[in-house]
């Protein structure tokens, strides 16, 4: 019995793509769009697995039910595997069912988090989240009153420095975490340096990236959770988890900041699910937006304002860092990458 990869142009051919959701749906998968890469395992001209990756993150693996247990699998994820670690990832992660996870286990990966009867979150490295862990513990510091908050900073604002303002003004310490993920029109790097500047006289905050343990609605997976299921309200859950089983307590943290935002039902299902998962183990603790001409301050008002070049509107909606910044060559650049995606 032999059995080949090849790549599958799902975007080009419709026949191909046809086979591949076929594949996808006899394993109660919905297609996913965002990928970077998809192969399928073929016996001469049938189609009897497949498996895609977005970025460092395994998608959409299926393998027809007559040759689960087999070298499918095996094929499929050493294929998938290298080509992550060939574009230089240090760490291969994926989400699957319950009932999938030990599949993968036995091939290697270690279990970070999983919410029940939803998901299990997986990763193969030879560092890791431990090595996280271990990393944030370097930056432990004592308080009586330790506080995070986490954010994207997709760019800084000034909403987003109330928000720091009014937690460091109420803890010993603050913990901030930035998101790493490269998804949003201003680099992480960026984000992060903003971040930096523009609370440069804070004395009790400490700033930290997330790595690849806090992620987006844009990575998250939603193609192998019931149609029924609340996809935001999972997410969300599995960030807490992980937040309160590993982050919070290797940094004493017993509270946590987010701002309040009363017309977006994402953002209130998403503070409902860390509330729950907390239970009060970890304070949830919901700050009022900051307005400016009866209008919340959001970075996606800021990004609107600067692709349209209202600068001077935009003053006083960031920090006279942010504002510096957005006007830098480099500021300029993004702007035009912004107008470019427009087209």
């Known amino acids: 019995m032999s059995f080949i990869i090849k790549k599958l142009r799902i975007d080009k ?37 497949t498996g895609s990756i977005f ?21 499929l994820m050493s294929h998938l595997m290298s080509e992550i670690f060939d574009k230089g990832y ?23 988090a999983r919410v029940s009867g939803e998901l299990v979150f997986l990763e193969l490295s030879s560092k890791g989240f431990l090595s996280y ?21 997709n760019p800084f604002t000034n909403g987003h420095l109330y928000l720091i303002e009014t937690a460091a003004k109420e803890n010993d310490i603050l913990h901030i ?43 998250f997976p939603s193609y192998f959770l019931k149609e029924k299921s609340d996809v935001t309200y999972i997410q969300a859950s599995l960030d807490a988890i992980i937040f309160k089983a590993h982050i919070a307590p290797s940094l004493g943290i017993s509270r946590r900041y987010v701002g309040e935002e009363p017309l977006s039902q994402s953002t209130a299902i998403y503070n409902k699910a860390l509330k729950d998962v907390f239970n009060e183990e970890i304070k949830l603790i919901v700050i009022p937006r900051r307005e400016v001409d009866n209008e919340v301050i959001s970075a996606s008002r800021v990004r609107k304002l600067f692709k349209e070049n209202h600068m001077e509107q935009l003053k006083y909606l960031v920090p006279k860092s ?11 650049r993004i702007q035009n990458k912004i107008l470019e995606k427009e087209v």
């Open 90 to 112: 240090a760490s291969c992660f994926i989400y699957t069912k319950e009932e999938a996870a030990h599949s993968f286990i036995h091939l290697g990966f270690c279990e970070i």
């Open 13 to 49: 051919d419709y026949s191909v793509k046809k086979d591949w959701e076929d594949l996808l749906s006899h394993a109660n998968i919905r297609p996913e769009k965002a990928i970077d890469y998809t192969v399928g395992v073929f016996e001469e001209d049938n189609l009897i697995g």
């Open 177 to 219: 975490f930035i998101l790493s993920e490269e998804l949003s029109d201003f680099p992480s790097r960026t984000r992060f340096e903003l971040v930096k500047k523009g609370t440069a006289h804070l004395h009790n905050i400490i700033l930290h990236v997330t790595g690849d343990y806090i992620v987006s609605a844009k990575t």
């Open 133 to 153: 862990i271990e990393d944030l513990k370097k930056a432990r510091k004592e308080g009586d009153k330790i506080a995070s908050i986490v954010m994207n900073a």
């Open 322 to 332: 942010t504002f510096e910044f957005l006007l830098s060559p480099e500021g300029r």
């Open 55 to 75: 970025q460092n993150i395994l998608k959409c693996i299926a393998v027809a039910p007559e040759y689960m247990g087999g070298k499918v699998l095996n094929m």
